[in-house]
């Protein structure tokens, strides 16, 4: 501090002892406003700046607009180096017109020795275009870029810095080049930090507030928020009809591709909602989505420190990272997909029995008494029944294909058993529009991680696969509404950083194309006579022994394979409802089937009669904190903590100043 007050100081007298009128600004010297000391009069000489030599032009003069005196002065400032890194800050997008613009400011053309200014209307479609990309990575829009002060008009006389960008084209292609729809989201592809990760979300959300909301369902043994992004046209509301869908990430600290690409998902939907994209739109107007990224953030900390620290020991030949465990766990080393009650053994235990059941099954009070209950898998566990979700995966890595359950063997002594579930076809069908979606998870010319899954389509049951007990979608499927898949999202558990972007364009398409798929098969009311919805009605479809329950408004989804299907509603009290259905291949939107249920008459036949699902269910918290999520956002909870964005060490480091101006003020 008084190291920078002394340099002040001298400036201070320094200006005072030599310029005769007054001090002069950046710009203004040069324009004759002020008048400069003789040994600083503007003089041509030759572009030698490296990252401007494909100006148009071939002279340039200092000092330059913003008042840099010499080259070496330019070289060394924040200004050039960020011209020299505006690419891949912004991902490519942008480039090289903001490079050119800069340049145009930094190393101004010379005529006759004297400055001539770049055109504004070029600057100012630049930044129509362009100013997203840095409100994306928490830029401001430079100062040095400023169209009004640092740009003149055409009377002026200006120059188009950008004129060796466009050979024959026209002022009216350029307008036409610059227009809004043009500009696609940016993303950054690099890990976050589980402080970067929550205020990435919640920042997300705060930019498509009419859309999106963080909430938070628990904590992890060591204290981090279990922090959910949550998309739908009415935030923190299920809404009557609309199905409901979960990714979840990270379950595995040490399989960390998946919370990355959960990230870029919500920053895509949240700026592509914005932009109009109608994909998207369609998506989120008609679907609840709920991210996530990280279901244990503790084991990813671990996994993350042993990635950086990058001892030999933890990469193969190709610079792979192999650590293999660390981090695998919680905080408590639970294998968090192991640490679900086992409803599988009991579903296989009742295979014989007339009223055998594959849903709703009830979690045994020994699962309590048992092994510990990892509070990441008890907040999961809440989670999934408290929202009435429909479809749902869980991103893992280590191999490349998608799983479906059964996970648990149905023989204790096989452990690569084929072991379907009722539901095999529907199953298949969803496990294949992830992997058909997929850059590369059915081409023959993908490396295999160990086994060759393409001749399979990517796809495997997976107990066939390997089989585990207590895993989280054998509870999805048994305990709730929800089918759950398990997608392994490649080889590297913990990919090198410069490979994410092409991870993420390699699952994007099948991860919007999965969530799309909550909208097959068939959904529907369940009504009494005067029109009010059936909570828990039962809908059973014949020759499939899994029912569904419909949800407090007595709305209900059914996913289905296409073809025809008998469908019954049935509920407590009421005379049962059977219809036939038929769904077509190529259905775009759930087929809506409705069932209006008569009450029963009093002499009721013992086979209109459903056997209602066991009251243990609502036993299933022995700890009493069940809660609804009626959540209030993380972000209403606290204050946040303002963090400087990744690229800040980066400048500040660089060029040793703290240069404020191009943090964004939110
Ligand atoms: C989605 O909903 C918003 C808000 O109601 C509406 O403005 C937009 O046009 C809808 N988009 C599509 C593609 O349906
Ligand atoms: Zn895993």
């Avoid at 295999?448 to 007990?469: E, V």
């Avoid at 005379?575 to 249920?597: H, I, N």
Wanted: charged content about 25%; overall charge negative.
């Amino acid at each position: 501090m008084a190291v920078k007050a002394v340099l002040f100081l001298n400036a201070l007298i320094a200006s005072i002892w030599c310029a005769p009128s007054r001090r002069c600004e950046p710009g203004e010297e040069i324009l004759g406003w002020c008048k400069p000391p003789v040994e600083h009069k503007p003089k041509c000489s030759e572009v030698v700046l490296g990252s401007c030599d494909d100006m148009p032009y071939t002279h340039t003069v200092f000092p330059n607009l913003v008042g840099q005196r010499h080259r070496e002065d330019v070289e060394a400032s924040v200004e050039y180096l960020l011209l020299s890194v505006v690419r891949s800050l912004l991902n490519g997008e942008c480039s090289p017109e903001l490079r050119m613009l800069g340049c145009s400011v930094l190393a101004p053309r010379c005529q006759d020795g004297r400055p001539t200014r770049p055109c504004r209307h070029v600057c100012e479609a630049v930044r129509r275009r362009c100013e997203h990309g840095f409100d994306t990575i928490r830029m401001a829009w430079p100062y040095f870029l400023d169209c009004d002060r640092f740009f003149v008009s055409e009377e002026e006389g200006c120059y188009d810095p950008l004129e060796g960008l466009r050979g024959e084209e026209t002022p009216e292609m350029l307008a036409a080049s610059v227009a809004p729809q043009e500009s696609a989201t940016i993303l950054q592809f690099v890990y976050h930090t589980h402080t970067q990760l929550l205020n990435t979300l919640k920042r997300t959300a705060a930019h498509c507030p009419d859309i999106a909301r963080t909430y938070t369902i628990g904590r992890s043994s060591e204290g981090k928020d279990l922090t959910v992004i949550e998309f739908s046209s009415n935030p923190g509301q299920h809404d009557i009809l609309e199905p409901e869908v979960k990714y979840v990430a990270n379950m595995h600290g040490n399989e960390a591709l998946g919370r990355e690409l959960l990230i870029y998902l919500a920053q895509y939907l949240c700026s592509e909602y914005l932009l109009g994209n109608a994909r998207v739109q369609t998506l989120v107007n008609s679907t609840r989505i709920h991210l996530l990224p990280s279901m244990n953030p503790d084991g990813y900390e671990i996994a993350s420190a042993e990635a950086q620290q990058g001892g030999d020991i933890d990469y193969d030949e190709e610079g792979r990272y192999e650590g293999f465990m660390t981090g695998r766990g919680n905080g408590q080393n639970i294998d968090l997909n192991r640490n679900f009650p086992d409803l599988t053994s009991i579903a296989y235990s009742r295979r014989r029995h007339r009223y055998y059941r594959t849903d709703h099954i009830p979690i045994p009070d020994a699962y309590w008494f048992g092994k510990t209950v990892a509070p990441e898998t008890y907040a999961v566990m809440k989670w999934i029944r408290s929202i009435p979700f429909v479809l749902s995966a869980s991103l893992h890595g280590g191999d490349l294909l998608v799983s479906y359950p059964y996970d648990l063997s149905k023989h204790p002594q096989e452990e690569n058993l084929m072991s379907p579930t009722p539901d095999e076809q529907v199953f298949k069908q969803l496990a294949r529009v992830y992997a058909d979606s997929h850059r590369t998870m059915t081409s023959h010319h993908t490396e295999p991680c160990g086994s060759d899954f393409t001749d399979r389509g990517g796809i495997i049951n997976g107990a066939q696969w390997y089989s585990i007990r207590g895993g989280m979608a054998d509870f999805n499927y048994l305990h709730t509404n929800c089918f759950e898949l398990t997608v392994e999202l490649g080889c590297d558990k913990f990919p090198p950083e410069e490979e994410l972007y092409n991870d993420w364009q390699d699952n994007k398409e099948a991860l919007l194309s999965f969530l799309e798929a909550v909208h097959r098969g068939i959904k529907g009311l369940v009504m009494d006579e005067e029109g009010r919805g059936i909570k828990g009605a039962v809908i059973s479809v014949k020759g499939i022994r899994h029912d569904i329950t419909t949800a407090e408004n007595g709305d209900y989804w059914r996913l289905l394979t296409p073809g025809i299907h008998i469908v019954t509603a049935s509920a407590r009290g009421y005379v049962r409802s059977m219809k036939k259905v038929y769904l077509p291949a190529r259905l775009q939107k759930a087929g809506r089937v409705d069932f209006t249920l008569k009450k029963a008459p009093l002499d009721l036949d013992e086979d209109d009669y459903v056997p209602a699902i066991p009251s243990t269910y609502e036993r299933f918290d022995p700890y009493n904190q069940f809660a609804r999520y009626n959540v209030r956002d993380v972000a209403e909870s606290g204050i946040e903590r303002q963090e400087n964005p990744w690229w800040w060490s980066y400048f500040a480091r660089s060029t040793g100043t703290a240069p404020n101006w191009l943090l964004k003020v939110d």
